[in-house]
């Protein structure tokens, strides 16, 4: 097992006792921690998929069911982890629900995707 010390990790390490931050790039400025979950939750297709389409602007729930084909249950459970990870936000109007991508980082990401 190859142990790994901290000029390993490269520029986006810190050899001080202060948290590892990302100086450049698209994660500049976040820790290693929100870093971490933002990536994670992301990384599901269905998830990535669905903040592809938000990635255009806000849409309704009936609007994410058609463009990414499978079950409300099944987007429901996917864009509530999204929003408890901070990466979505909703409005409800009337009875309809509407999400858009909340996290600047994640519009980053998704600008780079085609």
């Not at 820790?31 to 998929?49: M, W």
């Amino acid at each position: 097992m190859t142990m790994l010390n901290n000029s390993s990790f490269g520029a986006g390490h810190s050899s001080t006792n202060d948290p590892c931050m990302f100086r450049h790039g698209l994660l500049a400025g976040s820790d290693l921690e929100e870093a971490s979950r933002s990536l994670k939750a992301i990384s599901h297709p269905l998830r990535l998929n669905i903040l592809c389409v938000l990635g255009n602007g806000e849409l309704s729930v009936q609007d994410i069911l058609d463009s990414v084909g499978t079950t409300q249950s099944n987007v429901s459970q996917h864009l509530c982890l999204l929003k408890d990870k901070g990466i979505v936000e909703s409005r409800k109007d009337a009875n309809r629900v509407y999400y858009s991508i909340k996290n600047e980082t994640v519009k980053q990401i998704l600008g780079n995707v085609e």
